[in-house]
């Protein structure tokens, strides 16, 4: 995992890493959705980090409505 703000070793709440989670499951929905294939798109935590990474980029820089912790803690 690559997360640039990530916290090597912190222990997450239930609450945090049922958000994590969430977060994740949406961004595979999305990317199963936009699929133009009928090839079917399975969990993979490298392709689910780029894209959280992206939306983060753009929630906590460019519409600066967050901190990154906020949006994925």
Do not use: W
């Not at 949406?26 to 935590?45: A, M």
């Amino acid at each position: 995992m690559s997360f640039r703000y990530a916290d090597i070793g912190r222990k997450f709440t239930p609450e945090e890493l049922e958000k994590r989670n969430q977060i994740d499951y949406e961004i595979l929905g999305f990317i199963r959705k936009l699929n133009p294939t009928t090839e079917s798109v399975f969990y993979n935590k490298h392709i689910i980090n780029k894209v959280m990474e992206t939306l983060s980029d753009i929630y906590t820089k460019d519409l600066k409505l967050c901190t990154e912790r906020a949006f994925y803690p």
